[in-house]
C-alpha cells in the first residue's frame, strides 16, 4: 500500500473512531478528547518524528499514572475502571495513529519537495524563452571556461542585479530585461541564465573588452526600447573577466 493510502486510510479511522466515542462520553470528556488531538497534531506537525514519538510515550505512561492515581484516590468500581480503561485505550489509538499518519504524510511531503528539487534541476530554460536555469548555465559555463583555458582564451562574465529596482516592477521588468540580454549575446556561443528573482548573468566567451563593451551597449539598447532609461540607471551591472 503507498504512502498515502495508508496516511489516508489512518486519518479516516481516527475519524470513525471519534464518531463513535462522542456517543458514549459526556461533553467535558469530548472537550478534554478533542483538545489532546488538537495539540497533539499541532505537536506531530511541527517537530522531528524522533520528538514526535518521545511525546506518544510520555502522554501515554502520564495518562496511565494519572488514571491509576485517580482510580486509588477516587475507589472506582470494576465497572467504572472498565469504561476508563476503554477511554484511555480509545485516545491512545487515535494518538497513535495521528502519529502515524503525521509520519507518512511527513515522508510524502519531503518527498514532493525533493521531486521538485530534481525536476528543477533538469530543466534547462525557464519557460519558454531561451534563458538559462541557473543549473543548467553552471553547468554548459564550467564547460566553457574549461575549453577557453585550453585554448588560451578568455571571456567575461557579467551579473546584472536588479535588488535596487522597487521590487513592485522588479519581477514584471524581469522578462524584459532576460530577452534583451538574450538579444544582445551571440546565441551560439554564449549563455544568459537566471540565478534569481532579481539576478541575471551572461557569460561571454572568447572576446576581449572591445566585444564585452559591444555586447553592454547592445544591452543599453535592447533595454531602453522597452523600459524606461531610469531604471537602468538603478541596475547593478558588474562584469569579471575570466
Not at 492515581?69 to 468500581?77: D, G, K, V
Not at 564550467?142 to 522597487?166: A, H
Not at 551571440?186 to 541575471?200: A, E, H
Amino acid at each position: 500500500m503507498k504512502k498515502y493510502q495508508k496516511s489516508s486510510l489512518f486519518w479516516l479511522l481516527q475519524v470513525i473512531i471519534f464518531i463513535v466515542f462522542i456517543q458514549f462520553t459526556t461533553t467535558a470528556q469530548t472537550i478534554i478528547f478533542t483538545s489532546v488531538i488538537i495539540l497533539s497534531a499541532i505537536i506531530y506537525s511541527l517537530s522531528t518524528k524522533r520528538i514526535s514519538f518521545i511525546y506518544f510515550v510520555v502522554i501515554t505512561l502520564a495518562t496511565i499514572f494519572y488514571f491509576l492515581f485517580l482510580a486509588f484516590i477516587e475507589h472506582w468500581s470494576p465497572a467504572e475502571q472498565g469504561k476508563q480503561i476503554l477511554l484511555h485505550f480509545t485516545t491512545m489509538t487515535v494518538l497513535f495513529l495521528l502519529y502515524i499518519s503525521s509520519y507518512h504524510l511527513k515522508d510524502i511531503v519531503n518527498e514532493n519537495i525533493e521531486l521538485t528539487n530534481k525536476m528543477s534541476e533538469l530543466e534547462k530554460f525557464i519557460g519558454n524563452t531561451k534563458l538559462l536555469t541557473q543549473s543548467e548555465f553552471e553547468n554548459r559555463a564550467q564547460i566553457i571556461k574549461n575549453s577557453m583555458q585550453r585554448r588560451n582564451e578568455t571571456g567575461y562574465l557579467i551579473s546584472i542585479d536588479l535588488s535596487k529596482v522597487n521590487s513592485n516592477i522588479s519581477e514584471s521588468i524581469l522578462l524584459d530585461i532576460s530577452i534583451s540580454a538574450i538579444k544582445s549575446v551571440r546565441n551560439q556561443f554564449d549563455l544568459v541564465g537566471q540565478f534569481s528573482s532579481n539576478n541575471i548573468k551572461i557569460l561571454i566567451q572568447n572576446t576581449n573588452e572591445e566585444g564585452l563593451n559591444i555586447v553592454k551597449n547592445r544591452f543599453f539598447s535592447n533595454f531602453t526600447e522597452k523600459i524606461d532609461e531610469k531604471i537602468y540607471d538603478q541596475l547593478l551591472i558588474e562584469s569579471v573577466k575570466i
